[in-house]
T-cell receptor
Framework: ETGVTQSPTHLIKTRGQQVTLRCSSQ?????VSWYQQALGQGPQFIFQ???????GRGNFPPRFSGLQFPNYSSELNVNALELDDSALYLC?????????????FGEGSRLTVL | GESVGLHLPTLSVQEGDNSIINCAYS??????FIWYKQESGKGPQFIID?????DKRQGQRVTVLLNKTVKHLSLQIAATQPGDSAVYFC?????????????FGSGTRLLVRP
């Protein structure tokens, strides 16, 4: 158990809809990163939030957006869903004296777009 | 990371044997590397990391080797156990600063035969 919780665990949407995924970070961590993991592939970095501000973004279009709240929890929003957005979305928290590359991942939210 | 579709490279080893999982990284400017383990239905879990000023680092039953000349990373697991069965990802961090953006490889599945 990493202490990082994500919700919902599974959801099904249709093309064009919008989705919000939520993440509670581990206690003491002030940084949250979001990754997209397609089936059979490694996670791909979407963006990172540090103290409520975006602190780095991967190669994802603007319809992927996020928020971090004062308690360091976070949301990932995806607008105008496409079939290729079907994936496991992973949230990871870090900080609090952990090693630089030691991300604490949640179990993910599995999104299916029909 | 590179896409390998649904067919991950698989390494099958006998319980008790040593395992060696290899990874080629892409960015010669990367200065920090990490190995993650992902069990079915779970998020990736940090195993061990290494900075580019080192060529070897040991943990409990695991050793990471780094060859910067050929941009190659390996993870050695001693006395492999059934609980080691998982998908293993190498990851690189182009900048070891506050932005913990990790670039994951495509993964190797490790199967441990009893």
């Amino acid at each position: 158990e990493t202490g990082v919780t994500q919700s919902p665990t599974h959801l099904i949407k249709t093309r064009g809809q919008q989705v919000t995924l939520r993440c509670s970070s581990q206690s003491g961590h002030n940084t949250v990163s979001w990754y997209q993991q397609a089936l059979g592939q490694g996670p791909q970095f979407i963006f990172q939030y540090y103290r409520e501000e975006e602190n780095g973004r991967g190669n994802f279009p603007p319809r992927f957006s996020g928020l971090q709240f004062p308690n360091y929890s976070s949301e990932l929003n995806v607008n105008a869903l496409e079939l290729d957005d079907s994936a496991l979305y992973l949230c990871a928290s870090s900080g609090g004296g952990a090693r630089p590359g030691e991300l604490f991942f949640g179990e993910g939210s599995r999104l299916t777009v029909l | 990371g590179e896409s390998v579709g649904l067919h991950l490279p698989t390494l099958s080893v006998q319980e008790g044997d040593n395992s060696i999982i290899n990874c080629a990284y892409s960015n010669s400017a990367s200065d920090y590397f990490i190995w993650y383990k992902q069990e079915s239905g779970k998020g990736p879990q940090f195993i061990i990391d290494i900075r580019s000023n080192m060529d070897k680092r040991q943990g409990q039953r695991v050793t990471v080797l780094l060859n910067k000349t050929v941009k190659h990373l390996s993870l050695q697991i001693a006395a492999t156990q059934p609980g080691d069965s998982a998908v293993y990802f190498c990851a690189e961090n182009p900048r070891m600063d506050s932005s913990y953006k990790l670039i994951f490889g495509s993964g190797t599945r490790l199967l441990v035969r009893p």
